[in-house]
């Protein structure tokens, strides 16, 4: 979700690794340890959990978690809790890192000291204050100053124990001074509006006559005013502490009057001191990213460019298809397909698909070259590639060319290429509802059954026999690869695709061996899809958590026996440096093994045959616990709250009383008109949505504003396509006889908004191309030295035939009159973005007013603006 600013819209999201913890301090008891968990906060609100650690004071958790963040933030935090199972779950420390300080961290594993929680700390919010120094002439003649000070509203108060009832308390501090006067108190909202005016009466000496006065002379320099908010609670430990700002009157400058936004700070010396290193500490891998998206039409060169990459050109061929298969010289032109497109005419005609340029001098490709990392160019090329519908001829091509220069067919596809990198997430954008349909039944088995299968004697328990074990092993093994290997039809067809051109490809290549039709598919499908999504399944959504040391033990196991049997290596045994691996596996060397995956690698490598539309198995999309208002079906039922297990297929979204329970409601999903927020305002409630249907809404509240954004994305996208759907709705709730959104009092009443776009159903479109292009544009300025390295490459080895000077070495480049063409090409293209992005900087800058509600003042801030106005005002009044 973006935030649009001054025609740029911006997209933040953030990947962390939570590695571990530790030095923990022990519990103060006879046990010492603690079960230990992490969470993630943006500010105050918690977006996502770890798994408990038990009796450990050193946890390890290898958790890792990726959002798009779908609002403004000042922390992101991580809480270390200790879990108690009769009383509330203790905080044992926390580590807090400013949104400015992330970029500080990018992509680096850091130890961060843990440090002590204090309520008087877990502040956030801004408010919105006026002041106004203004002379009063008494009945008396004499001339007084008084202070008005207005509190209108707070935005982003933290909830508190599940609720937020806040109240200012306003103080004038001075010398000799501590006036205070406090607000109405706000019931049911963090967003309080108080529209209250207190006044304070500025004294002056008695010497005073004249019309104006100083600053200095007055000493009003010294008088501040400080703002608290609390929250009225009714327990007996009295009022918690939200957050308050002190504001010198100095700043008030010759005019007398202050009209700013001010973020809220944590109370002055309210923690208490514990020294850091008794808390212990904390190994985060954070990368955040920001992208500042133009409008589309800033992107056509850089976007035609890369496009230009997958571009073919399409050859009618009339001859003898055997002849041709015959002919060396046209299977090496073979290979330069749109399989997307490939299709046989007739018996003695076949259609080839031939690439306009060498692949290794296309913008795409040279992203790759430059990169630190193929990881970095493969993500968004992949991404901007599936959105425009080209990726199987861009991948098509840079797998041929990768292959013409592969010399030992066993090493094919093996190493981290760009080829390997940009399939390896095609599928995991294109395959993740085939990984759910096929393989998370098993593997939330295996999780829950914790059967024992560990056939190392040397880790064996004394209570655990080696044969019962095996067994174990050998049905959960026998069964992950029944499923896989008959779950062909349900491969998506852009994988089929992409398959197809890597088996001609490899065929065409190595003629003489004839496994490696086979081997070059299977490299991909067992050795990084399916082995991978087994070992790790919480890094492709099939469980929510890292599983516990003895079920991943289990799952390390049958993940080495899947990848040794999708292989299809002929000396099986010489896989496995463990011998107790090599005679497990004796199991399986049966011939129908092979045979068995042999027809799942052709299955899935015939281009265009399945459609994965037409598959009837409900696939499970989301599920979880959320809190929903009763739909009133029972006319004199109570319309009350209550916290249910949601869970969403392809077929219908449903809730139940918990999980694992028949569904309370089942609403098909082509009765679902609309997915859309609510407002705050409705119930006085955060983080809600509606589900619209024909006869009424369903109101949810989601945990926290991540996950909200979550389910309203994943059922726009899956009921996208319904006929019915609406385009305007009711932003709030109907209630008390009316709409409050727009006061209508019929409950039939159209919509008074526009529905919002949503995600179309498409996997092709499901992305933002302009933002992926936004990408590729920072990755070509982060490496703009190598590709004038490049550039320079290209000239030494268009002049000169010798040996390859070794600084040029590490750039692939076939054709370098073309290479430089196009190298050229893009730093003009990414010259003509960086001008716009600068030019947009200094604009924002000249433009940003500290104070206002888009930039509060507060930490850096603060400084700033003071220096603003000593530049322009006196400070006289």
Not at 86 to 98: C, E, L, P, Q, T
Not at 213 to 235: H, I, P, T
Not at 521 to 533: E, G, N, T
Request: aromatic share 10%; proline share 4%; net charge neutral.
């Amino acid at each position: 979700m973006a935030v649009e600013e001054e025609g740029l819209r911006v997209f933040q999201s953030v990947k962390i690794k939570i590695g571990e913890a530790k030095n923990i301090p022990p519990y103060p008891g006879p046990n010492r340890m603690r079960d230990c968990y992490c969470t993630v906060n943006l500010d105050q609100e918690e977006v996502f959990r770890t798994k408990i650690v038990e009796k450990s004071l050193c946890p390890f958790y290898g958790e890792d978690f990726y959002c798009e963040i779908p609002r403004s933030f000042r922390h992101l935090s991580f809480y270390i809790f200790d879990r108690d199972v009769f009383r509330r779950d203790s905080s044992i420390g926390k580590v807090a890192v400013k949104k400015e300080d992330l970029q500080k961290y990018l992509g680096k594993d850091t130890w961060f000291q843990i440090q002590p929680v204090s309520a008087d700390s877990e502040v956030q919010g801004k408010v919105h204050l006026e002041l106004r120094l203004s002379e009063v002439i008494t009945d008396s003649g004499v001339i007084i100053h008084k202070l008005a000070t207005r509190v209108l509203e707070c935005q982003g108060l933290p909830i508190v124990n599940g609720q937020c009832d806040p109240y200012a308390a306003v103080s004038l501090l001075g010398p000799s001074r501590s006036d205070a006067k406090k607000t109405k108190v706000k019931r049911k909202t963090n967003n309080p509006q108080f529209e209250e005016v207190f006044y304070f009466e500025v004294t002056r000496p008695l010497s005073y006559t004249r019309r104006q006065f100083d600053v200095e002379e007055e000493d009003v320099d010294k008088l501040a005013l400080r703002v608290d908010l609390w929250n009225a609670s009714n327990l007996k430990f009295g009022d918690e502490f939200l957050g308050g700002v002190r504001v010198p009157l100095r700043v008030l400058g010759q005019f007398g009057v202050h009209d700013a936004w001010y973020f809220l700070q944590p109370r002055e010396n309210g923690g208490k001191s514990v020294k850091v290193e008794e808390l212990g500490s904390l190994r985060l891998n954070i990368v955040y990213t920001e992208d500042h998206v133009f409008p589309s039409e800033h992107y056509t060169p850089l976007r035609d460019l890369l496009l230009y990459s997958a571009n073919v050109e399409v050859l009618y061929v009339h001859m003898n298809v055997s002849m041709l298969c015959s002919d060396s010289s046209y299977l090496c032109v073979l290979q330069h397909l749109d399989l997307l497109h490939r299709h046989c005419l007739n018996a003695t005609s076949i259609l080839l698909v031939l690439s306009v340029q060498p692949v290794s001098a296309s913008t795409a490709n040279i992203l790759g070259e430059v990169c630190r990392e193929k990881q970095e160019a493969a993500i968004p090329l992949v991404r901007l590639f599936l959105h425009y519908g080209k990726i199987v001829p861009f991948i098509s091509a840079i797998a041929h060319a990768e292959v013409n220069r592969t010399q030992d067919p066993n090493t094919i596809f093996r190493g981290n290429s760009l080829t390997s990198k940009c399939i390896d997430e095609t599928m995991k954008l294109a395959g993740m509802h085939y990984l759910q349909v096929t393989l998370k039944p098993i593997i939330d088995e295996i999780c829950t059954e914790h059967k024992s299968c560990e056939i190392d004697p040397v880790k064996l328990k004394e209570s655990e026999n080696l044969d019962t074990n095996r067994e174990n092993l050998r049905q959960y093994v026998d069964r992950i690869f029944n499923v896989i290997t008959t779950s062909g039809v349900r491969c998506p067809t852009v994988m089929c695709d992409i398959f197809f051109s890597l088996r001609e490809s490899a065929a065409t290549r190595f003629q003489v061996d004839q496994d490696v039709r086979y081997t070059a598919v299977s490299s991909f499908i067992f050795l990084r899809f399916f082995a991978p999504a087994i070992l790790s399944p919480n890094l492709f959504h099939l469980r929510p958590h890292h599983p516990d040391p003895a079920t991943s033990r289990t799952l390390t196991l049958i993940s080495k026996t899947i990848q040794t049997l999708g292989s299809l290596a002929k000396s099986k045994s010489a896989n496995f440096k463990e011998s107790y691996m090599a005679a497990f596996y004796d199991y399986f060397n049966e011939q129908k093994y092979a045979d068995a995956v042999k027809n799942f690698l052709d299955l899935i490598s015939t281009s265009g045959k399945w459609d994965q539309k037409s598959i009837e198995t409900p696939i499970m999309l989301k599920e979880g616990f959320m809190i929903k208002r009763a739909q009133g079906r029972n006319r004199f039922g109570m319309k009350n709250f209550k916290k249910r297990w949601f869970r969403l297929t392809n077929h219908e979204f449903t809730y139940h009383k918990t999980k694992g329970e028949g569904a309370l409601c089942s609403i098909p999903i082509e009765n679902i008109l609309a997915v859309e927020r609510l407002e705050e305002e409705s119930f006085k409630m955060k983080n809600m949505f509606q589900v619209i249907q024909p006869e009424r809404a369903l109101y949810i509240q989601a945990n926290n504003c991540v996950e909200a954004r979550d389910w309203i994305d994943i059922l726009t996208k899956v009921s996208q396509c319904n006929r019915k759907r609406l385009s305007t709705y009711h932003p709030s709730a109907y209630l008390n006889g009316h709409w409050l959104c727009c006061k209508f009092s019929a409950d039939t009443a159209p919509g008074c908004t526009p529905c919002t776009g949503g995600l179309p159903a498409n996997i092709q479109l499901d992305v933002d191309g302009d933002r992926e292009t936004q990408r590729i544009y920072s990755l070509y300025i982060t490496y703009m030295t190598k590709l004038i390295k490049m550039q320079e490459a290209c000239g030494s080895k268009s002049v000169y035939d010798g040996p390859e000077q070794e600084e040029y070495s590490t750039f692939v480049i076939d054709d370098p009159q073309e290479t430089y063409k196009t190298l050229k090409q893009i730093v003009s293209a990414v010259d003509t973005l960086e001008q716009q992005h600068t030019k947009y900087k200094r604009d924002k800058f000249r433009n940003t007013k500290i104070g206002s509600q888009e930039n509060p003042i507060g930490d850096k801030s603060f400084q700033c603006y003071i220096r603003q106005q000593s530049e322009s005002s006196t400070y006289s009044i």
